[in-house]
């Protein structure tokens, strides 16, 4: 059974950091590309970064270009997302995501690199964890 817990998320002014984690279980951690996606209040779902299997090439989108950072610890099962620069339009629920698939660069680059996913419907199995960034 596949099972993803989001932790990291908290009340945070304009301007600061926070640290998301994603520790899941249940599939072949190391063998998926994974992704994050969010949901602002009374929004759709935002894919914001992407990151492949290994952990060595990474995309984004570009409303957090810069500021966001992905990575992952396969030993840990484990996906980060560094948040910097943090702005009032980050606040939302933030869930990571699994790709559908097992891993393969061709298909990976296809949907990932454009600035915005344009893959399969990511898998999205946790509750999420809320940021806030308000004064």
């Known amino acids: 059974e596949v099972q993803v817990v989001e932790s990291g998320g908290g009340l945070v002014q304009p301007g600061g950091s926070l640290r998301l984690s994603c520790t899941a279980s249940?599939?072949?951690?190391?063998?998926?590309?994974m992704s994050w996606v969010r949901q602002a209040p009374e929004q759709g779902v935002e894919w914001i970064a992407g990151?492949?299997?290994?952990?060595?090439?990474?995309y984004y989108s570009d409303s957090v270009k810069g500021r966001f950072t992905i990575s992952r610890d396969n030993a840990k099962n484990t996906l980060y997302l560094q948040l910097n620069s943090l702005k009032t339009e980050d606040t939302a629920t933030y869930y990571c995501?699994?790709?559908?698939?097992?891993?393969?660069?061709?298909?990976?680059?296809?949907?990932?690199?454009?600035?915005?996913?344009?893959?399969?419907?990511?898998?999205?199995w946790g509750q999420g964890t809320l940021v806030t960034v308000s004064s």
């Open positions: 990151i492949n299997s290994g952990g060595g090439s990474t």
């Open positions: 995501a699994k790709d559908p698939k097992v891993f393969e660069e061709a298909s990976y680059i296809a949907s990932y690199s454009g600035g915005a996913y344009n893959g399969p419907d990511l898998e999205v």
């Open positions: 249940g599939f072949s951690f190391s063998n998926y590309a």
